[in-house]
């Protein structure tokens, strides 16, 4: 796609321009945006995330993401003249009276969480006090299509792509690179709380259709556990086709670990986890050897290429002067979530001639289209993100001393997930 | 009994007591307090957005509290440290959402009952196994089952794992007393609701300390041997208190479960709510009776709220607890009585005000005395 396209698609508008990575490519011009009745005082943003433990690795980096965004917005003349303010607190088991505080403090919009039981205890509060949240992440399947359906969600949306459409590009990865017939026997070692049990039945309900293989091992090691080695031995002995893994955080990097130590690479044909490269920031080079293809979610940084793609490549190089990392999944979580909220509330303004109420920007969300540097993205009738999956081989850069993915396969939303109304489940077994 | 101000006479000293139920009455301090204290909880919902204070919060706080109160039971008399209260608070709670979320029952009243019902037979089936052990082998033993219940929930479908489970039944929140409410009407129909039942268990737990049944247990704390010996039934009595403890909990949790409308393993079962559920018995002053409510609702209002404050907020959450350890070794409310006493001393010989002030100066300067020796000795040796 080249920038003349992206700016035709994203009607030219400077926020969205901006957002999308292209504002060098703007011309001053007469915008009716500068006649809408806007109230001057700034819009006032909350994000909770993780900030602190262990799933601050995917936390700090969705912060990164939201702020970087805000930042953009900022610097680009704010939202219809409207300068962004964005607070951000500490996640933990608090999410919902996080979201109450938010609102009592009186913030236009809220973002977060990262956790998806905090995502499913929230959604009911949100609809309740009708000021709308985007989540970054709490991926979880069944939230929108089955606990709460458009009809019973009005101001819930979520940005990163939810479980089916990695647990299934996952499956669809393995059997483009074995081949259907190859793969006849599966293994899973998924962290054991509601996410890991989620991507396992979804993965396992998609290569069972796909191959017809068998499962040989499921484990569930505690998120955060400090010993993998049992499950390690049982897949070693079982020595399955393919290997599935959402383990995430320092439970991937274990897993390398502990698998490079056992041999586990010379036992499994390929290890799938749609979320290995989250951890890329803290792999070492040695832990990247090995039939490995790790998923990035709805983003990453190097797809399209660099090289050819200036918007990455220019997020790329303000992420690592800012913050000294790249960008994994995760920062687009964050970013994205920013990106949704505040492009749809500018074409809102432009409709109406004034600031929308919750209402009507909730109206304007859904089926909301838009850029950023990952790509178009779309947030569908049922309140959830739909964007692009991405898997690659996982290696090793010498230039950017981390973790990077090459053979980088894209998966588009419709392939990996179910046409509207339909469950997931249901639908791959209609296959 | 007269109802009218009771004077005693005790250890020559005159005692007013306002007498509330037979046997029992409250001094006038006392009185005043309680007073405040009740006018407090009824406007709460009113009066806190006026100081910029969420009362909801303040509402989790006092059901927390509540929860200690129970634990302080066992605590306070028969001197047995719980760290496994989480699961009564946490039983209670998931028996309201599995009745909600797998039985569809929508009366919020029945749903507490129910958690009432679940918490309480936890109570007793733990209590059965933990009456005859003390110490440090009593607090591991709970920790343990506490622990055993958490990793059940949090890794069975049927409690949603770790997602947790909605207390709303086809997307509407329960009834209460079968009447549909609005999202605030609900919140305050609950309070009050569960401010008049919270009174009624205070007031019997009052009753109960202070009966032949809470001095056995008394004395049971003292010295089990002895208590035996005189013909206390220990473990039974012990047995009870625990399930009478692991009610409060129960309770307490079910409201937490119809006030939230979802549970999740870790706000309500994980073996650090049950440290902070022993943790509020102590801030509060575990030697009164609602020292650990007072105990709740700050320690889960700080939890809460700092993170809003403050970017280290663990940090000032723990500095404002060890400035209590230090400085309120009896708990806020504990210290009350001392504070009383030192404030009256004080109005009666404001000389005595220098006094403080220099033997506070002289602290300090022995600290830093003490600090810099020891700095002194670290950097260049005994020497």
Redesign the interface.
């Known amino acids: 796609m080249d920038r003349r396209t992206v700016m035709k698609a994203v009607g030219g508008t400077a926020l969205a321009v901006a957002l999308a990575g292209c504002s060098d490519l703007l011309q001053e011009e007469d915008d009716p945006i500068e006649d809408a009745e806007v109230p001057d005082e700034p819009i006032e943003a909350g994000l909770q995330t993780f900030l ?1 433990g262990a799933p601050a690795v995917l936390g700090v980096q969705a912060q990164y993401g939201a702020e970087t965004a805000v930042r953009r917005i900022n610097d680009n003349g704010g939202i219809a003249d409207r300068q962004v303010e964005l ?1 951000v ?2 996640e ?3 999410a ?3 979201y ?2 938010f609102v ?2 009186g913030m236009d919009v809220t973002f977060g969480p990262i956790s ?3 995502h ?2 929230m959604v ?2 949100i609809n ?1 006090q009708g000021v709308i949240n985007v989540a970054t992440d709490g991926t ?1 399947t069944t939230l929108y299509e089955e ?2 359906p458009p009809e ?1 969600n009005q101001y819930s949306f979520r940005f990163q792509n939810h479980d089916v459409m990695e647990a299934l590009a996952a499956a669809i990865e393995a059997v483009e690179l074995l081949g259907e017939d190859e793969i006849d026997t599966y293994a899973g070692i998924n962290p ?3 996410f890991g ?1 989620d991507e396992q039945e979804i993965f396992a309900a998609g290569i069972e259709q796909l191959t017809g293989a068998e499962l040989v091992y499921e484990g ?1 090691p505690d998120l955060g556990t400090d010993d993998m080695s049992t499950h390690i031995e049982e897949v070693n002995s079982e020595e399955p086709d393919v290997l599935f893994s959402s383990c995430w955080g320092g439970d991937a990097t274990l897993l390398l670990e502990q698998g490079h130590g056992a041999g586990m690479f010379d036992n499994v044909e390929l290890l799938v986890g749609p979320v290995l490269y989250g951890s890329a920031n803290d792999l070492s080079e040695d832990l990247t050897d090995g039939p490995i293809r790790a998923g990035s979610r709805n983003f990453y940084w190097d797809q399209p290429d660099t090289e050819r793609w200036s918007p990455g490549d220019e997020l790329v190089a303000e992420v690592q002067d800012e913050y000294g990392v790249l960008p994994t999944a995760h920062f687009m979580s964050g970013y994205g979530a920013v990106t949704a909220w505040a492009t749809a509330a500018e074409k809102a303004v432009r409709l109406l001639g004034r600031w929308p109420d919750q209402e009507e920007l909730a109206e304007v969300l859904t089926n909301h289209g838009f850029f950023t540097p990952a790509g178009y993205h779309t947030i569908g009738p049922d309140h959830q993100g739909y964007s692009n999956a991405h898997f690659g081989e996982l290696a090793w850069s010498g230039e950017y001393d981390a973790a990077v993915i090459e053979d980088v396969n894209v998966y588009a939303a419709k392939n990996v997930s179910p046409p509207q109304g339909q469950t997931s489940l249901d639908w791959i077994e209609s296959w | 009994m007269s109802r009218f101000p009771l004077v005693e006479d005790r250890d020559g000293q005159t005692v007013v007591r306002i007498p509330l139920t037979r046997g029992l009455g409250l001094t006038p301090l006392q009185t005043v307090f309680a007073f405040l204290g009740l006018v407090g909880l009824f406007a709460l919902p009113f009066l806190a957005g006026l100081v910029g204070l969420s009362w909801e919060r303040l509402f989790r706080g006092i059901l927390f509290g509540l929860a200690a109160v129970g634990l302080n039971l066992l605590l306070r008399h028969t001197e047995l440290v719980s760290f496994g209260h989480a699961a009564f608070f946490g039983g209670g709670a998931y028996g309201v959402a599995v009745l909600a979320a797998h039985y569809n029952v929508s009366e919020g009243l029945l749903l507490l009952l129910g958690a009432v019902i679940v918490g309480t037979t936890l109570a007793v089936v733990i209590g059965y196994f933990v009456a005859g052990y003390v110490d440090i082998y009593f607090a591991l033993l709970t920790l343990a089952f506490n622990q055993v219940l958490f990793a059940t929930v949090f890794r069975s479908g049927f409690f949603n794992y770790n997602d947790g489970l909605q207390v709303r039944i086809g997307g509407d929140r329960p009834t209460l007393f079968f009447l549909e409410w609005t999202t605030l009407g609900y919140d305050l129909v609950l309070y009050y609701t569960t401010i008049v039942l919270m009174l009624v268990m205070l007031l019997a737990m009052w009753k109960l300390i202070n009966s032949p049944f809470g001095r056995a247990l008394d004395a049971i704390g003292q010295d089990r041997t002895r208590a035996r010996f005189i013909g206390i039934p220990v473990e039974k009595y012990v047995w009870l208190s625990f399930t009478i403890s692991g009610l409060y909990g129960a309770f307490a949790g079910g409201v937490y479960a119809l006030l939230r409308l979802h549970v999740q393993p870790e706000p309500t079962l994980y073996v650090f709510v049950s440290g902070e559920i022993l943790f509020m018995a102590i801030l509060g002053g575990f030697t009164t009776l609602v020292g650990p409510l007072i105990g709740g609702i700050i320690l889960v209002y700080l939890l809460e709220a700092a993170r809003f404050w403050v970017e280290y907020y663990h940090a000032l959450t723990g500095l404002v607890l060890l400035a209590i350890v230090f400085f309120m070794p009896k708990g806020i409310v504990g210290s009350l009585p001392d504070f009383n006493a030192w404030v009256a001393g004080r109005v009666r010989e404001p000389g005595r005000l220098q006094e403080d002030v220099r033997s506070a100066t002289a602290a300090v300067r022995e600290g830093v005395d003490r600090a810099t020796t020891t700095v002194r000795i670290i950097v260049f040796g005994v020497k």
Do not use: I, K, R, T
């Open positions: 602190e607070e607190v500490e933990g088991e608090e919902l009276e996080n109450q505080q009592d403090d998806s039981g905090n499913e205890a009911p509060e309740d979880v606990d709460h019973d054991g709380y509601a049990f569930f």
